[in-house]
């Protein structure tokens, strides 16, 4: 793909699932990659496979870090490391504090890092991965939801505030992928995610495939598609369905 060949890419939590999709992805089209992840050795691991860069840490921090290592320049940041937060209304405080900051502040903190730049250069290319949950919900993790809806809210926000000015902004809407996160999901994932898992590589060609249509809403699952719609047109028989599948996950025992 002509836009990232030679490109200074940023993945975030790119040590495993979706994120070293991404990074392998880029870096097979040409670009240039930095790999981050908060555990040192994936983000190495990774990064010494494709012959990228491994900038580990909180991935909120690590903006000045990475672009020095590309030169100066960071042309595309994917904003993939995420918390997969179980909970309900009684998930303790911390929970819900951890999952707003890496889902959606850690993305707030590097596009002000980001956008000065991208700004005054009129480019620049954000990649939010939120989530189907944040265009819908999921059953069980509150924390993990609402949050995502942040993320979805903040990369919308970007999109309608700069496109003008060059910015293009693409938000990743999976359903179930198979990573260690849907592992962690528990009975859960697994009634509602894993009977139609993707692999990481399907996502990354989904986001591909946006790119070169300059869209927005990336759907590896284009069902979900369908799914947005219904909970907009008709959100009580779709807020009643998905209370059926909750009674569902409460019978199964959870």
């Known amino acids: 793909m002509s836009a990232v060949h030679g490109a200074g890419v940023v993945v975030t939590g790119a040590g495993g699932g979706i994120g070293a999709a991404l990074a392998r992805r880029f870096a097979a089209e040409g670009a240039r990659v ?11 691991t990774v990064a010494d496979e494709i012959g990228a860069t ?5 991935a909120s921090k690590i903006v000045d870090e990475a672009r020095d290592a590309l030169g100066g320049v960071v042309d595309v940041y ?8 179980g909970g309900d209304a009684f998930a303790d405080e911390d929970v819900w504090a951890a999952a707003w900051d890496v889902n959606v502040m850690a ?15 009129g480019s620049g290319r954000f ?10 919900t999921m ?3 509150a924390p993990y939801s609402v949050t995502k809806h942040g993320a979805l809210a903040y990369a919308e926000w970007l999109s309608l505030t700069y496109r003008h000015r060059g910015l293009k902004v693409h938000a990743i809407c999976p359903q179930g992928v198979r990573t260690d996160m849907l592992t962690a999901s528990g009975t859960a994932g697994e009634l509602v995610l894993q009977p139609t898992a993707i692999e990481p590589e399907d996502v990354a060609d989904a986001l591909f495939d946006a790119m070169e249509a300059d869209r927005f809403l990336v759907l590896p699952h284009p069902e979900v598609a369908d799914y947005y719609a219904a909970r907009a047109t008709q959100n009580d028989r779709w ?11 409460e019978e199964s025992g959870r």
């Open 34 to 44: 930095v790999v981050n992840d908060i555990d040192a050795g994936k983000a190495k």
């Open 54 to 58: 491994a900038v580990p840490g909180d």
């Open 78 to 85: 994917c904003a993939n490391a995420g918390l997969g937060s």
């Open 107 to 121: 993305h707030v903190r590097a596009s002000r890092a980001l956008l000065p730049d991208w700004l005054e250069r």
């Open 127 to 136: 990649v939010s991965t939120v989530s189907a949950a944040g265009l819908l």
């Open 139 to 141: 059953i069980g993790a």
């Open 239 to 249: 807020l009643a369905g998905m209370n059926h599948i909750q009674q569902k996950w």
